[in-house]
């Protein structure tokens, strides 16, 4: 008796201390970014969110050309890969057992798990090279390469959790196979689309990897073109990091900080509103 | 004339064979039950008169079902289930659409309405058959997934009855309801056949006898008997059916 008890306590002690050891992480970046990355902000003051880049070893500057690429290059991401991931989403779920159907699905799992880094590279030289140039385009379209899996995963996986009985509904009122799709199914499964998209969208924000060989990063100049290159948060701090100056780091903190606070923007309204339509 | 015929049908799923020769005449303007113990494939026979059947890839089906005289498989199934709704067992109205256009929307996508001052006395009209206008009036534009069970079935019949169909399949529409609400149900398919033809799946025996004109045994996938209700019920040639009428069996 005594010993069941003693061994559910070790139990209930292991789980929290390995559940603590795997939040710690999480925690501490959270922490040591706001940290290191707030009196950065707080210093540079309005101008370290719309101002240029600061000379090395001279003061902070502003990072507003990586602030507004990260918009347009998020933003032409989920122009470009949204509509293709949703409908690739759609003909997964609804011919699931069709040859190109079961396929579909194969490739998203693998598209999901692709190196971001080798996505670059493909774009690099489907356009990058013909262009002769970096430019937003390329780095949109490399980041909708990385979000259209995860939008496709998640719209497939919202579509197969509408239940049945309102597609058959839907079929008994006369409804073509398009607006059973379109007018019904998609309005009930609109939140966990949703998701997808926003998951889509947070997760390629924050993306570096792909931007490296395509959008070419900016940090003086303001977006100007589609086809010219274009600076992004993440690929700022990777780039301020490597340098020797001290006020480059401190930029890449007070970067972090806003890299962060994006994300979090988008994560954590997702998460907390969520809570599915009862069907 | 019979609203629907069926002729030596055979259903499968896979290799399960579930319907075995099916030969079926439900006149028009009745009220035609189908009654039979669970798993007997009251709802497969159905389904296949609408062609809802075919949504299902391993359902397979051979011999003909008439409709008026037409075959279905000749027929473009978005027409067959315009002419032919359906209301299921368990309450399946669009719960992130509001009351209001749970109703529209068949008649919106299918075209039947030319102005929205049409498609309003439509939907108003249908609401007043299915006996739910009163209680949902003031309320139209509130989502259908707030009403109660029994207001929710009467809001599907609602909306297949919009559509003017011919014939309307129920698929045990008072399995999941209270008696109230069943009562209403079943007062309202009193109503309903002035206009046209019901056919009602009920694995109970009683709500056959006081709803059909016609009622029809199915066992096992085997019609056992079909006939007048008053003389199925008072005098079975079928000792199944017997069986089946005194609970007898399950
Ligand atoms: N989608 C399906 N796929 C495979 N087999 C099925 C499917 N639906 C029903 N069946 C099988 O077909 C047979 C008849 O089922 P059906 O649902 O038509 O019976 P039912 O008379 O309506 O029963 P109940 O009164 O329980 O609703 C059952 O043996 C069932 O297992
Ligand atoms: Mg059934």
Sequence with gaps: MLVRKVKERLFLAGITILTFLTILPLFHIIFSVAVEGLPVILRGGWDFIIGTLAPPDDGLGGIGPAIVGTFVLTFLASLLGLP???????????????????ATRTLLMIMMEFPTILVGLF???????????????????????????YV????????????????EGAFALGL?????????????????????????????AGETAPLLFTAGGATRTYFNGIDRPVGAIPLLIYDLVQQPYENY??????????????????????????????? | ?????????????????VIKGVNLEIPEKTVFAIMGPSGCGKSTLLRSFNRLLELNENARIEGDVRLFGRSVFEMDPIEVRREV?????????????????????????????????????????????SALWDEVKDKLNEPASALSGGQMQRLCIARAIALKPKVLLMDEPTANLDPVSARKIEELIFELKKDLTIVIVTHSPAQAARVSDYVAFLYLGRLIEVGKTEEIFENPKEELTEKYLTGRMG
């Design chain 1, 84 to 102: 293709i991931a949703i409908l690739t989403g759609i003909y997964a779920a609804e011919y699931p057992n069709s040859m190109l159907g079961k």
């Design chain 1, 123 to 149: 774009v690099m030289q489907i356009l990058v090279v013909p262009m002769g140039s970096y430019s937003a385009l390329a780095g949109a379209l490399a980041l909708a390469i990385v979000m259209m899996p």
């Design chain 1, 152 to 167: 496709a995963v998640y719209t497939e996986e919202a579509l197969r959790g509408v239940p049945e009985k309102y597609r």
């Design chain 1, 176 to 204: 073509t196979r398009f607006n059973v799709v379109f007018r019904v199914l998609i309005g009930l499964a609109r939140k966990g689309i949703l998701t997808g998209v926003l998951i889509g969208i947070a997760k390629v």
């Design chain 1, 249 to 279: 780091h401190e930029i890449a903190w007070g970067a972090s900080l806003l890299l962060l606070i994006i994300f979090l923007a988008i994560f954590l309204p997702l998460r907390l509103s969520l809570k599915e339509v009862k069907l």
């Design chain 2, 1 to 17: 004339m019979n609203a629907i015929e069926t002729k030596d049908l055979h259903i499968y799923y896979g290799r399960n064979h």
């Design chain 2, 85 to 129: 709704g359906m209301v299921f067992q368990h309450p399946n109205p669009f719960p992130h659409m509001s009351i209001f256009d749970n109703v529209a929307l068949g008649l919106k996508l299918n075209r039947l309405v030319k102005s929205k001052d049409e498609l309003k006395k439509t939907v108003k009209w249908a609401l007043e058959k």
